[in-house]
């Protein structure tokens, strides 16, 4: 299966994106956890991204392309993948089309998460992460059993950067200008499925299945 799954900063793509790894065991490639992964390596990539990630804006088409070209093409996505947070952009959009048809390959869906912008700034807000293991919590939602630490490894939890209520702002804006055309780029090609994000992760993650179940 190749997947894409899109929608809105802080919607539950992340979290929905490990179960349909786990499930249709294919690789979860986020570009915001290999650009995040990019900065605590300080890596010349990791330098180039922070000052966008920082500010809430969009790392350049041109350095996301590369890097997806590379990702890509490699043996971990021979048996498919799901993309979490990529393409954010008509032009990364066009330029995934042209990798795809260099490879020989086709898209099966494009699963749009969908949510009100008040219960965004919420689950963001209450987001927390595991820098080790990339767990993903919600102290409302999801606690952690011990106080913000990690179920999986221990490791003490993080509040992400860019997941102040300014950025979070700026992030919705930019997803609004500039990712939204993409959904009318993909449903020209037949492949948008809508998936209501509202409700508990397992709700949501049903309606996610039965949108996968059509393809
Ligand atoms: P990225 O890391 O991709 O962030 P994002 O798209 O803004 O999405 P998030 O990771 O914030 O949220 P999510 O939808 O994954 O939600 P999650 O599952 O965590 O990108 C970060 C930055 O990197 C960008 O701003 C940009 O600068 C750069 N970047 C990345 N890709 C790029 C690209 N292609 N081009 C250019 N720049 C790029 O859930 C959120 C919270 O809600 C969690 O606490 C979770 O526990 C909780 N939750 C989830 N589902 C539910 C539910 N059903 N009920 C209750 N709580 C829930």
Redo the contacts with the bound molecule.
Sequence with gaps: MRIILM???????????KKISTVYEIPQI????I??EAIVNDTQLGRQ?KQ??DA????P?DL?LDLMEDTLTGEKCKPGFIL??????VP?AEGLDELLEKLNLTLDAVVV?EVEEDVIVN??S????CPECGA???LQ??PPEKDEQCDNCGTDLIQ?S??MPETIKN?LR?YREETEPVIQFYDRQNLVQVVA?E???S??WKRVQLALSHK
Excluded: C, H, W
Aim: aromatic share 6%.
């Design positions: 929608g809105p900063p802080g919607v539950g793509k992340g979290t929905q994106a986020s570009t915001g956890d650009l995040r991204a966008y990630m809430g804006r969009l790392v088409d996301i979490d947070g990529f393409p954010r952009t990364q998460l689950r963001l209450n987001r927390r992460s993903i919590y919600n939602t999801n992400r860019d997941d992030r930019v994000g409700g508990s992760v709700e949501v």
